[in-house]
């Protein structure tokens, strides 16, 4: 995958020139048809992206969502530096299926790289219409015209105004293909670390959330689930909820039970209720004690073939072969806050305030399941919980949607129970990855042979079959059969494709339409395991090879970027100059590295962990990454999202699996299912940030997950031999090792 | 009669009796090094694994263990009538651990509570009950813990009232309480039961906690498992005082012993916790065994007639019941704060508890259990699965759970009302 | 229904709701706190805390009938976005916070440390934080602002607001 992009040679010239502290970006190469970048190509309208008020407010709109990612900052800042204002003066919405252009989902890491880019050439494009219609009407030619907080000034004095300039229809313009010219003056945004828009009024109780919001004659909903998917509805008794206090209506569709009161506690004891009046037949639906790897191994599976470089399998060299198999648990996303909803049916038209990272395929997935039109619908988007994938949300706008039009005229808002999003919510999918490479007499890899056999990683909305209340209604939609995203994103096989310089290599995507949990995708999908296993398998290879695990790491690097993340994350934890205490078994070093779906940020990583195996605790002691992510808009912003999803990762790395028996899931709270805590948190955590101007933005989100769980296992091995191949690495699992 | 000369001769005989008694007292608290080694011995992997699996057995990280990432490293304050005694480093370092300790070392301390250097351990550490393992069973965990990585953690000093910080004072602790006799077993009684009742008097030391004390912190061995207390919760008594309102089967209390919860019976909190943790880490056959013979003494309760028998919510109070106002308070509490999970009974998660009627604390003698419980709840160990309850010290106030206690004691088990609570309510909320 | 009176942040209220309401639900739903967030209702997560007479309790375990003439204080109580409390402006100045569900819970448990304990050390601060759960990963930034507003507080003068 090249990183090499065309750049404008007029405008390097000008750059050159001018000598001014501007921005230069790499345009991504688009077709001769004159194809917008990014997500301007389905919206072109500069109007759908910003507008200027009378006034002088300028919004902008885009199709994207605040996850707790710091998106809506970054976006402010990239359309703040292009206009050449302060990020405070815009006003930003985002996804709304009535007011936003239709970004798809908000996911992949691909915020920055859709969006943002989009945002930057219409904001551009915009800046350079404002310019002319300023020139115009103070009668200068442009270049005499300097630009300062939202308005054009000549040096004789006269001003006008952004908001005096559009009156009308002047920005109802297509968005050209060509770049805009670069902004004059110094940056106003971009690369700075402005402080997150959003986050005083989370700490001073502001309503942020969803599930903060309050309408009203609002109401309030529980739904009872059944106690498993295979679970079938015998009876229910609803005479003793409809007198409590409150219940103003109990709803049964099929399997679908829920209730509505004027109270919440009031509606969440009327489901307490109403659940133990209900009678279910649970049936053994669920393998009882597998391991996962006879799990999924059993699964039928189709076979893709996603690499096929050179002539693997025929290579005969002296080296040494290695075999290893890797296998991934199910896990959960675990959202702090558990899905919730507001729907209110009026006059034949829904409003559905959800939390869903796609609220334009979400209400295509909800006008059918309503049997309605898709213009009947508007879905906004209010920010819920860390959802690190598809959680709950949508499934949860489906049940505010359907009770919404069981009560017609109230908002309803339906919480989701803590008990309920564990149980319920789609899985990360377990995974099972068979290695095999072979080493060269020269100590390189000669020969790869990798297959990863894993469920669907995404089974989004979509289609109503995929929103849990529709396969229970008397008259279900069925989940539609999954198929894979196609490589380089990839699902299951995500960063299953090596980025090292292997000349013979195959890959296999064993992919599994059916599973015995409802699985979708979770942050990283495939990479996290993937990366996993080839970043340990490599440890292997390089323990084989005799050499130092970065120095045979580098040895199959070709990407410069690659290189110097890798170098960088080495020399800043002092990777050559390590020494473990003597004798000890008890610390140890490991290192990853990997480019997201080879095509997005890069991140390498080195830490130091303590092992004792008779207690199982492992815990990492230091952590120092490395991060290449193109051009930095917000530095602060990468640092924590790396720093979290290096925390993340380690809490599922060393806790975290989905338990269940014949009939249940079992980890349905806290207790069940337990994630890191403060006391186990490393000691120190550095992020190193290697900044590229001009080169395309790339998202962090996603980035350190699979590289965390590779130094972990890769550390653990370094300090007492136990090289731990089944993720998680959790205390029971390291105990019997 | 000459009366100086009489006074002469009792002085004399006292003198010498003194001597005398100032040798015994010094051949009793006194005892020598015993010489360090140089060189580890080496361990067959046999051998360590036994030593393991006695490990759990003997629960030895519970106190030797504070900090799950330096296993044996020792550091754990223990509140005794006698002062704060810490558990010492057991890794074989050699500076500040057992690292020169021989086999016989090991075993002396194991056997009469000597240090290497021949300073007297606090019974603290439980040796008069260790003092009846095996000499194989000694030399099995002598290879485990010799061959656990090695920690550096130098000893923290304990805190004891005087004059308890005189070491050699506990060999006379030892006269009265220490019986190293071979522990032996009962020939009317299966392997299994034998095996059971070695493994709980000698390595599980549940006497320890199970059975009462005496006022100088020894065993009352004239009422054994009567019940005694662990870290200020009480240990019910296991024979035929147990407070339990139902009976224990077998099987129940083989699956309470390696998974902390049984189906009608109360999930283990407090330190229980910990033994638990402890036993589903030992081999199956052992925990079989001790459940064995904790059973044949359980059984022994004669059966009764409690409201653990009866099903549904726990009633309001009687509209005459002399202390009325704080039955309601009590009852208000239970209806407001407890029911919404304890009424439920158990489910697959933490949200749904087993009916108060059915919890041991209860029926307790002493209510300390159930205070502890309220206050502080039962959280799963860390970074394990498990079940939850949370802790209401912050959310009730002292009188509230003495009320609460209360009105669970008489409305919840029938049991006639705890004389100490309102003090025992004070004295967990002290700080 | 019964009409309780409660002190919340300072100020009485009086509320019409059941006994065994608990109070997260009365602060959010009748009071319009939305400060203290619903997490799991159980006690496990610590997005709900609050402070009753100084300590932090879950506000989805107090039954709203039991609270008596306590004081309640909430996130609001701390500060407000004009003008933040040290633990509230230590938050935002090191960005602790990626999706921020679980920070008005983690100042709140942070300001009950810090009235009690005014220098804390980090295994004290990381001890009195661990019933807080947070999902993100956002832990070392969180660390970093609790022991920045400990120093903040250390430099100023006895009996300063927290």
Known sequence: MSAQLPCNEGRRRFLAAGGALTLSFAMPAWSASGELPRSLDKTPWLDAWIRIGADDSITVFTGKVELGQGIKTALLQVAADELRVAPGRLLLVTADTERTPDEGLTAGSNSMKDSGTALRHAAGQVRARLTDLAAARLSVPATNLTLKDGAFATADGRRVTFGQLVTGQELHVRATPEPPPPAPGPKTAIGKSVPRVDIPPKLTGGRAYIQDLRLPQMVHARVVRPPSQAARLLDVDTAAVLRMPGVLKVVRDGRFLAVIADGEYRAVKAATTLARATRWDTPASLPAHPDIASLIRAQPAEPYSILDRGAPGSIKTSGKTLRASFTRAFQLHGSIGPSCAVAQLVDGHYTVWTHSQGVFPLRGALAELLGVKDSTIRCIHLEGAGCYGHNGADDVAADAALLARALPGRPVRVQWMREEEHAWEPLGAAMVVDVAATLGADGRIADWQYAVLTPSHNQRPGKAGNLLAATHLAKPFAPPVPKPSPQPEGSGDRNAIPYYAIPNARVMHHFQPRAILRTSALRGLGAYCNVFAIESFMDELARAANADPVAFRLRHLTDPRAIDVVKLAASKFGWDSYQRPQGSTRRGRGFAFARYKNLLAYCALAVEVEVALETGLVRIVRAQAAVDCGEIVTPDGVRNQIEGGIVQSTSWTLLEKVRYDEQHVLTVDWASYPILRFTQVPDTVGVHLIDRPGQPFLGTGEAAQGPTAAAIANAVFDACGLRMRDLPLDRQRMRRA | ?431 | MTTYRLQVNGKQHAVDTDPDTPLLYVLRNDLELSGAKFGCGLGQCGSCTVLVDDQPAMSCLVPVSSVGRRAVRTVEGLGTGDKPGVLQQAFIDEQAAQCGYCIAGMIVQATALLERTPRPTDAQIRAHMSPNLCRCGTHMRILRAVRRAADVLAKQPAGAKR
């Not at chain 2, 309850?389 to 088990?413: S, V």
């Open chain 2, 1 to 431: 009669m000459d009366l100086p000369r009489r006074k002469r001769h009792v002085g004399r005989w006292l003198l010498a009796a003194a001597v005398v008694l100032a040798c015994v007292a010094f051949a009793i608290m006194w005892r020598p090094a015993i010489t360090p080694q140089t060189a580890t011995p080496s361990f067959d992997q046999a051998r360590i694994d036994r030593g393991a699996n006695l490990a759990r057995l003997g629960m030895c990280a519970s106190c030797h263990t504070p900090d799950l990432a330096k296993p044996f490293a020792g550091g754990k304050p223990m509140e005794t009538p006698f002062g704060t005694v810490h558990s010492t480093n057991i890794t074989p370092d050699n500076d500040t651990g057992i690292g020169r300790w021989s086999l016989e070392a090991f075993t002396r301390s194991m056997r009469k509570g000597v240090s290497r250097d021949g300073h007297l351990l606090y019974p603290a550490f439980p040796y008069n009950h260790y003092t009846r393992m095996t000499q194989a069973d000694i030399d099995d965990l002598y290879a485990y813990f010799m061959t656990r990585p090695a920690i550096h953690a130098p000893a923290r000093d304990n805190d004891m009232i005087f004059p308890f910080g005189f070491r050699p004072l506990v060999a006379f602790w030892n006269v009265l309480y220490l019986d190293d006799s071979a522990w032996q077993p009962d020939p009317k009684q299966s392997a299994e039961w034998n095996r059971g009742a070695y493994l709980a008097d000698a390595v599980a030391h549940c006497a320890a906690c199970h059975t009462p004390r005496t006022m100088l912190g020894g065993p009352d061995l004239s009422r054994p498992l009567d019940g005694g207390e662990a870290e200020d919760w009480y240990a019910p008594a296991l024979n035929a005082r147990s407070p339990s309102p139902l009976p224990w089967t077998r099987q129940q209390l083989h699956t309470y012993l390696r998974t902390g919860i049984a189906e009608d019976h109360a999930a283990a909190g407090g330190p229980m916790q910990d033994v638990v943790m402890h036993l589903s880490q030992a081999d199956e056959r052992d925990v079989a065994a001790l459940s064995a013979w904790t059973h044949s003494h359980l059984a022994q309760a004669p059966a009764r007639a409690t409201p653990a028998q009866q099903a549904g919510s726990l009633p309001t109070p009687k509209a005459d019941d002399p202390d009325l106002q704080r039955m309601q308070t009590g009852y208000a509490l239970y209806a407001n704060a407890c029911a919404r999970c304890h009424d439920a009974g158990r489910g697959v998660g933490s949200g749904a508890a087993l009916p108060l009627q059915k919890a041991v604390a209860l029926y307790d003698p002493d209510p300390r259990s159930l205070i502890h419980l309220v206050d502080e709840g039962i959280a799963p160990p860390d970074g394990e699965p498990g079940r939850w309850m949370p802790g209401y010290r912050t959310i009730l106030t002292g009188e509230q759970t003495g009320a609460l206690a209360a009105y669970l004691r008489k409305y919840g088990a029938g049991q006639p009302a705890w004389p100490d609570l309102d003090d025992a309510v004070r004295k967990a909320r002290a700080p």
